[in-house]
């Protein structure tokens, strides 16, 4: 229990750090939200309209009354109105939220069956040519941008075969397709040396070698014990991917026009929509620390050596 509170205070105080930071940056942000608001609606900007809108925005207030004010609106589950959509953050938030679940979900499920089958494989036949293949492949992925990665694969079977469409303004099945495998490749490609990694020291374990003396057939000691104690690794390598998806891969989903978090984000730095802001870059630490605490609890549950120590 005091492992759990003090983990709870650290993320609280995490919290307010990350927003206090969030919200000061955007304070000291070169210019102003109102204006930006006013030339985009086609409104003449004259310095009482300019006035107006700053204080039906909240902008006039100084800076600790406006943190304050949000902090309050935050805890009431109120995020601030967008100020380019004219909504509630937290609606807006839910918009790009389905469409970067989606992408996450798909891409982890790739990057499973890609980076797992291949570090095993390459562990395997360390030093032959499946290995030198696989690590060459990986080299070569890890060295290309993914946007690049991403441009290419559009080209190819987006426009030149027609398989898959340019671009996806809704969530539908064969709009995610090419987004995921763009980001699939890109994790891929980091993973598959982790895996090896990880089955390679496995394999040199003492405890590999008894095995090998009683009988046991290599694939039963793969799959019976070395693939069991490299869980704990893979947990972390997981969790750190599936908290960078969560958080909105943008570069990704602009190249691709999809409806995510990351696409909505950038589009509101372009607007200087604090309130989107603040409440994405919130998101984006509750999504990390959330993961990591679920990375911490699923240790205590697979490794008996915690569990033991916790009692």
Known sequence: ????????????????????????????????????????????????????????????????????????????????????????????????????????????????????????????????????????FSFIGVSMPNFWLGLILLYIFGLKLGWFPIASSTVTAKGIILPAITLAIYQSTKYVRQVRTVILDELHQDYVIGARARGLSESAILWKHVLPNAVLPLITLLGMSIGWLLGGVAVIEIVFSWPGMGNMAVRAIMMRDYPLIEGFVLWIAVVYMFINFLVDVSYSYLDPKLRKGER
């Open 1 to 136: 229990m005091n492992r759990l509170a003090n983990r709870l205070l650290q993320m609280f105080v995490t919290l307010v750090g990350v927003s206090f930071l969030t919200f000061c940056l955007a304070y000291l942000a070169p210019g102003d939200p109102a204006a930006m608001l006013l030339e985009s609606a086609d409104t003449i900007v004259s310095e009482e309209v300019l006035q107006k809108t700053r204080e039906e925005l909240g902008l006039d207030k100084p800076f600790l009354v406006q943190y304050g004010n949000w902090v309050a609106g935050v805890l009431h589950g109120d995020m601030g109105m967008s100020y380019s959509a004219k909504k509630p953050v937290v609606d807006k938030l839910s918009e790009g939220f389905v469409g970067t679940i989606l992408l996450a979900f798909v891409t982890v499920i790739f990057v499973l069956i890609i980076s797992i089958p291949l570090g095993i494989w390459s562990a395997v036949r360390q030093n032959e040519w499946p290995d030198y293949l696989v690590r060459f």
